[in-house]
């Protein structure tokens, strides 16, 4: 059998090995924090006398709510008692959009020479919010970038502070942790990226978004500092608001 030679001899660098496995343990770290088991409670029932439960609904009808608290134990709630019932949980999947300005230093194992380009790039994300402060999602961003374009792709988290992201305005804090991933490079180089954001409500599902990023790849041979100052746009798939509206008037889950 004749042996084909590629005409592009690919180099593998021990820091780029070291890079490879060092990305794929923080992302398994990532990945068994975020599907980790906690117990959490769902819903807070507000009784006409001032006090509070919270637990999660596992029945309701015209007459009265049974609530599961923390404990397992059961509680039965006449709506006659109840002020209101507003939702803990929070959830709804959302999309993120978004475009700005990236500059995003690597190093070209192909012509084994590092690079600093500064251009107009995109990033999609798409995950869950929860709870009113924690959003989890996939990150996809692509920069066209000279001599080599650069896909980037990988995983973050997000945190609200001060007020939550049902909140007419908010500030949030988050960190992504990706692959970069450029033509002729055999392994991705790996990158953490903290940044600090904020959020303005359009609508009860749209908001739009800005933040600003800081990039560094610790095991690549490229360690000069990177920045992204990115806005867009946010889609939440549910109206949560809606949601506890329509519950509040029919009392069905």
């Given at each position: 059998?004749?042996?084909i ?17 060092w ?101 999609i ?6 709870y ?9 961003a ?24 049902l ?37 009860e ?5 800005s ?43």
């Amino acid at each position: 059998m004749k042996t084909i030679r590629s005409p592009f001899p690919i180099q593998v660098s021990n820091s780029n090995k070291a890079s490879g496995s060092w990305a794929g343990l923080l992302f398994a770290i990532f990945l068994v924090g975020c599907n980790s088991y906690q117990k959490h409670l769902n819903e807070a029932v507000s009784l006409g006398n001032g006090n509070t439960e919270t637990g999660n609904i596992v029945n309701s009808d015209s007459v009265q709510l049974r609530l599961q608290k923390l404990d397992g134990s059961l509680m039965t709630i006449q709506w006659s008692d109840i002020a209101n019932v507003s939702s803990i949980k929070r959830q709804s999947l959302a999309i993120s959009m978004n475009g700005g300005i990236f500059y995003s230093p690597y190093h070209s194992v192909f012509k084994n020479e590092n690079y600093d380009p500064t251009v107009a790039g995109t990033a999609i994300r798409v995950g869950m919010l929860k709870y009113g402060k924690r959003y989890r999602y996939v990150n996809l961003a692509f920069l066209p970038t000279e001599p080599y374009n650069i896909f980037k792709t990988g995983v973050g988290f997000q945190r609200y502070f001060g007020r939550d992201y049902l909140a007419k305005w908010n500030l949030h804090a988050g960190s992504e942790f990706n692959l970069m991933h450029i033509k002729y490079n055999n392994v991705p180089q790996f990158c953490i990226e903290p940044y600090l954001g904020g959020e303005l409500k359009w609508t009860e599902q749209v908001r739009f978004n800005s933040k600003l990023a800081f990039v560094y790849c610790p095991l690549g041979k490229n360690s000069r500092l990177g920045t992204n100052l990115m806005v867009g746009i946010n889609y939440l798939f549910a109206n949560i608001e809606k949601r506890q509206a329509t519950f509040l008037q029919n009392r069905k889950l």
